[in-house]
């Protein structure tokens, strides 16, 4: 049986962003005492907040990584444009800013008006979802530079969002997190758009070059349910915030999974989460696990496992917290505690005989 | 002769962007009298900047597109950084924002530590020089959705820039272009990073596959020669804009040169330029044409040709914006005046025989 690859050296993929970050840290000197002046956090480090004449700001940038091939093998351009908003727009929010405007970039081989027409209008959709303007934008024509799946257009898709932190609130960087606080899960319905490397490698091994046109569950093929859109989670959020709901800290489940995006919120205060109440893998989830012979503590890390955000509130705040998020669209539960070990442990679905724990140190 | 391919079809290049601006500018509804609303321009159209609690900032994004494929030929990294800078902070102080912050985004197909760190070493100093912080960055790994020359990392490189508008000024929108104002050039020592389709393609027809080590002049080869990092114009520029030279308008002369750059600005009030006094193309830009029999109205679409930016000043403000671009360490000359008709009038160097003539309107 071929090895699977999931294409990315998460160890070299760390050290590359080490290098980029202290590179990017050294500039930061530039713009002291001025507009776009980067400010410190609460830990008298360096964030990624500016200080516009009084206007605190963040910026953030992804992409949509391989998802795109899903797209492409179904032909199907409409929905890519919500994996892009929900990637900037909810990595904004987790620092309790609010989303304002997008920009985005696309690399096409050459160029196919039709599925530009398709990803612009999804986007237009997703930004609707998301309340925000898209206020730039590019596309460049790469040429061989850019490749992809079949024999049309191919393209890289990514994003860069503006958020802005309103008067009353302030950012939410972790440094609040106390043991007792409660966190709340809120549902993916999807990948969103990470860990597609591993993904596509399982499938392809699994069920062939096709494998997109096997049927998965419901009637749906697994083309159909790896290519799910992301919820755009940002307004609900907001909403949460702007309600006085005491939100100490937010992950967004993206690359790394829990383990490593729910300990870099724990981190700072050495605190730990145990888990026994988060949504279960959806059954697609679970079986591309287990096509792929994937141990728990792998799929975890690897993908979000039908949690796309957790939120760390007051014990007080959680029932309002949760009864927000459904009134605003979004499946929410209480999934468990902060604790006071250094330890994110999880309770595997659907058996609850197995508890996972990821070290919050090396996350 | 194998024919010569751009790479690029214009035509569908300039539908494919309508159809996207159309799209995202049904999205400028979304946060109207809210943070992040897009802002009117002084012709009742949207423009792409935005209020955020009274801060006016713009947002603008952009690649290197193919001039990556150099320092793949060239194995060296370091000067990208100057290319992708300039391309997005002097799109901003185009419009007279004062560039603050930059996000990056790096796409690989696998990554090479020590080519990220060769890039962000020099996204760094082309920080230093553009007097920005870069707050913002992201390294995707996309396996073989990314191709390039040669067997190390390839990438795609882009990066999206904040900019802020100082109370003391307004943004620069070509609405008070009037005849008899100034046009002052300023210099480009090289291509930037616009028209390289075209000129692989006529190096690859000229000199083999291995063209980039061909000699060029006066010592350098072609590849060190189209390798030639961007000039950052922003900050001078700015500083021309604080002393209160009354600017009108500013082309950053990018993809479609001077004929689609400035007939942007001068399109807003039916305006021409007759332009007799030019930076004339540089010698190895002459030869490039020369190579690819590349007539001087298409060279002129196609690239810079040695005049990266175009400022439109009152006449008497003209010796003073030289004065202190030269101060400020650019070379810049008087180019000429803004005419009554809509047309753009090169006078082609170095015969000045011959006079271009270009329509503002179809520009």
């Known amino acids: 049986m071929p090895e699977l690859r999931s294409g990315v050296d998460i160890e070299k ?12 840290r050294r500039t930061f000197a530039n713009r002291q005492g001025i507009a776009g002046a980067p400010l410190m956090n609460t830990t008298g480090s ?4 500016m200080d516009y004449d009084g206007a605190i700001i963040a910026m953030t940038s992804d992409g949509i990584g391989s998802k795109i091939e899903l797209a492409e093998r179904l032909g199907c351009y409409t929905t890519l444009g919500f994996d892009l908003m929900a990637m900037v727009t909810d990595d904004l929010v987790a620092n309790g800013f609010e989303p304002g405007n997008v920009s985005n970039i696309l690399d096409v081989d050459t160029l196919d008006a039709a599925i530009v027409d398709d ?28 490749r992809g799946w079949g024999p049309r257009m191919h393209f890289n898709w990514c994003a860069t969002a503006i958020g802005f932190m309103p008067r009353t609130r302030q950012p939410i960087e972790g440094g609040l997190v106390r043991p007792g606080q409660h966190l709340v899960a809120i549902e993916s319905p999807g990948f969103r758009s990470n860990g597609f490397s591993l993904l596509r490698s399982i499938m392809a091994r699994s069920f062939g070059p096709q494998w997109h046109e096997v049927a998965c569950d419901g009637g749906r093929t ?16 907001c909403k949460v915030l702007d309600a006085g709901c005491r939100v100490t800290g937010i992950a967004h489940i993206t690359g790394g999974g829990i383990p490593d995006k729910l300990g870099r919120v724990l981190r700072r205060t050495g605190c730990g989460a145990r888990l026994p109440d988060l949504f279960e893998p959806l059954p697609f989830m679970y079986a591309a696990a287990r096509l792929g012979e994937i141990p728990p503590e792998t799929a975890y890390r690897q993908w979000n496992q039908g949690n796309g955000m957790l939120m760390l509130v007051e014990a007080d705040d959680a029932a309002a917290c949760i009864a927000l998020l459904g009134a ?27 508890n996972l724990a990821f070290a919050v140190g090396q996350a």
Chains 1, 2 share one sequence.
Do not use: K
């Open 46 to 49: 360096f964030s990624n907040y």
């Open 328 to 354: 605003n669209g979004l499946r929410a539960r209480d999934a468990g505690l902060v604790t006071d070990d250094a330890l994110i442990t999880i309770t595997a679905q659907p058996d609850r005989r197995e």
């Open 222 to 237: 697994w083309g159909e349910a790896l290519l799910t859109p992301s919820l755009i989670y940002a307004p609900a959020v």
């Open 119 to 146: 990803l612009m209008r999804g986007l237009f959709e997703a930004a609707a979802a998301a309340v925000v303007a898209v206020t730039g934008g590019e596309i460049a024509e790469l040429g061989d530079r850019v």
């Open 13 to 24: 993929n760390s050290r590359c962003s080490a290098i980029a970050h202290d590179w990017a």
